[in-house]
């Protein structure tokens, strides 16, 4: 069976990494169709659309799709795609790896992330010269959507620790209703949680992230905590996610465009790829997914490494390790 994968590397080291993810799956015995599409500032620059309609439908038409990176069309690129695959969910897994000198060594943590409201809305205003405003829109549907997909998740993969992040002292109505509905999709669901505000999160984080697995949370909250999360085990350059749909799906590392080091070949091409490996979990391709990410862990023990990480090696050479290694 063929499998159509749409690649929009995107931006910045989006274009770098990218194709290192492919370079893992043209090693596994599977039958991928590489559709590629582009999409983001330059695209922008050229056409004058970050998102292309024949970039959109490519996404669209695929069983699943790998994203680079967006960087300042983000809002143009990748929530639309969001949207054109569907996506509810954003899944972002912060582990620490033994071999690597991260800060909080104990650190296995899931953020499941709503992926379709919160500030992300895109409903934003200029009332007058000076003053503009931001729609927050919460809603009960995509409330309870989340909050089952986290419990679920939790219980799929072994977490017991499920936190449901919130900010409901303040934001009364929005957050007061996701806590609320969350709270009771656990109810009936007869599953242990705990309610924390988002804020005393982050220091929790900080302290002691062993204390939390699965945290179900709104759109920027997840956004700006698997940022925090990644400072815990290494740096960005190693957090994989998915964005899940009913059906379709797309994968993307969590970090950005890094243009501050964006065409020096020496990008971490690790999230990437692990992105790679959640699409294989989606594929249902469970064992080349569990090969891709020992080959990583191997190559996070061993070396080579690329200077986020401490080492001299570029994209190519680390990549070229974690091939060798498969
Ligand atoms: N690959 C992730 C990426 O491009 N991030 C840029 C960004 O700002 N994303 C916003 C988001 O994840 O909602």
């Known amino acids: 069976m063929t499998h159509e994968i749409a690649i929009i590397p995107g931006d910045g080291i989006g274009q770098e990494v990218t194709p290192a993810a492919i ?16 999409a983001g500032d330059e695209t922008k620059a050229e056409t004058g659309e970050a998102l292309p309609e024949e970039t959109a439908a490519i996404a669209a038409d695929a069983d699943a ?6 960087g300042e ?13 569907g996506s509810f969910a954003n899944i972002r897994p912060a582990r620490a790896y033994p071999a690597l000198d991260g800060l909080q060594p104990e650190t296995d943590l899931v953020f499941v992330r709503e992926n379709t409201e919160g500030v992300y809305s895109g409903i934003e205003n200029e009332i007058t ?42 934001m009364q109505e929005t957050d007061g209703l996701f806590v609320e ?3 009771r999709v656990a109810e009936e669901r007869g599953a242990e949680y705990d309610t924390t505000l988002m804020d005393a999160l982050a220091m929790h ?14 759109n920027l909250a997840g956004d700006m905590l698997s940022d925090l999360a990644a400072g815990l085990v290494g740096g960005l350059g190693l957090l994989p996610s ?15 465009s890094a243009p501050d080091i964006a065409g020096e070949g020496v990008a971490n091409p690790t999230a990437m790829i692990l992105s790679a490996a959640m699409m294989l979990d989606h594929l249902e391709y469970t064992e080349p997914a569990a090969q891709v990410r020992v080959a990583v862990e191997s190559v996070l023990e061993n070396g080579p490494h690329t200077p986020d990480l401490g080492g001299d090696a570029t994209t190519e050479e680390m990549t070229a390790a974690i091939v060798d290694n498969l």
């Open 23 to 38: 370079d893992v799956l043209d090693e596994l015995d599977i039958d991928f169709d590489f559709v590629y599409g582009d």
């Open 65 to 70: 799709t790998l994203f680079g990176a967006a």
């Open 73 to 85: 069309t983000a809002a143009d690129v990748i929530l639309p795609l969001r949207s054109v695959v």
């Open 129 to 170: 010269e000076g003053v503009r405003t931001l729609t927050r829109v919460i809603t009960e549907d995509a409330s309870e959507q989340i909050a089952e997909y986290g419990f679920q998740y939790a219980k799929r993969n072994g977490y017991d620790d499920v936190t449901i992040a919130h900010k409901a002292n303040v």
């Open 181 to 183: 509905v969350a709270e």
């Open 205 to 218: 984080l900080v302290m002691h992230p062993e204390d939390y697995g699965v945290v179900i949370c709104p």
């Open 242 to 256: 998915a964005n899940v749909g009913e059906e379709n799906a797309l994968f993307e590392p969590v970090h950005g």
